[in-house]
């Protein structure tokens, strides 16, 4: 049904203004956006041993956070952290504060279901379910028992995560038989059916064709006016094409000298992690002394 008119349809003319960024501000403006997530000395460990250690830095609402730095130094586990995946892994313990929208995300009455609800995540390898690409969506909707039209749910979807053009016709066929480039699109189309608040990316590209990457980064950028969004990547271009912010992770030997934990080094915008780090070891890494 059409929307009724409410204004006399005469033409008005205004004095154009910059744009302004989802977060109010002018380019060029500043401002500390809001935080979704803070995150005060989380340490993960699996058993006896520490994975990563004293963890703090805030994620802001609508941007791109990277976590990078070399394999082992922990970025999975912490990312992990965020939605409570690493309660499915029996030996692992966290410890620390992770205060999502305010509250205590590790405190007695939060439901860790619905937090992964709320908090979706999206995997390194695409991971459909063996069935239709229509149902890969209609999945999530229909066990938490969504309201509306699921037809209209499934293609909002797929049109978010930049897919239904090229699937629209052959919705009812099985998500095997797609591109890897398009399954990782439908695993995104499948995390925003259940209308999350942030998607978390665990290396979401590195099965992907730079083509499909590309596309992929498109969509991160698409969406982050909408969701908030952490990636963890190893592709350090990626991280300074799509990210907003970046923590650079290092693994270091402990004061025991028994263990190698992960330890963030840095977090600051990801400009100025790219051109003008503060730490030495991040100009190493990210100018590929090291790695
Ligand atoms: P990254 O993502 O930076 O490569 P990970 O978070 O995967 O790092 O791993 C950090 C450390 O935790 C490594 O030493 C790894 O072997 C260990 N680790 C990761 N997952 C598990 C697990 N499920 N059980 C035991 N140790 C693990």
Redesign the pocket.
């Known amino acids: 049904m059409a929307e009724p008119v409410t204004e006399s349809p005469e033409i008005r003319v205004e004095t154009p203004e910059p744009a302004k960024d989802v977060d109010g501000s002018r380019p060029g403006q500043k401002r500390a956006r809001e935080p979704i997530f803070q995150l005060a000395d989380v340490t993960v460990s699996?058993g006896e041993?520490r994975?990563?250690r004293e963890v703090t830095f805030d994620i802001a609402k609508h941007e791109i956070t990277a976590l990078i730095?070399p394999?082992?130094?922990?970025?999975?586990?912490?990312i992990r952290c965020l939605n409570r995946m690493n309660d499915l892994?029996p030996?692992?313990r966290v410890e620390g504060k992770v205060v999502y929208h305010g509250q205590d995300l590790y405190g007695p009455d939060v439901d860790a279901v619905e937090v992964r609800k709320r908090i979706g995540m999206v995997f390194q390898k695409p991971n459909p379910f063996p069935k239709s690409i229509y149902d890969n969506i209609a999945f999530g909707p229909r066990v938490l028992g969504m309201k509306g039209e699921m037809d209209e749910i499934v293609e909002r979807a797929l049109r978010h995560a930049a897919v239904w053009d090229e699937v629209k016709d052959r919705l009812k066929t099985n998500a095997f038989g797609m591109s890897g480039g398009q399954q990782q699109r439908l695993c995104i189309a499948r995390c925003l059916a259940v209308e999350p608040d942030v998607i978390l990316m665990d290396e979401p590209c590195s099965a992907l064709d730079p083509i499909s990457t590309g596309k992929i980064e498109d969509l991160m950028i698409d969406l982050k006016r909408e969701y908030s969004i952490v990636i963890?990547t190893h592709n350090m271009q990626q991280a300074a094409r799509v990210s907003d912010k970046t923590a650079f992770?290092t693994v270091e030997l402990d004061e025991d000298e028994k263990n190698r934990t992960?330890r963030v080094v840095e977090f600051d915008d990801t400009e100025k992690i790219f051109t003008n780090p503060t730490d030495p070891r991040t100009e190493a890494y990210v100018t590929g002394k090291v790695g």
């Open positions: 699996y041993k994975a990563v730095g394999s082992g130094c922990g970025k999975s586990t912490l892994i030996s692992a963890v992770f992960g």
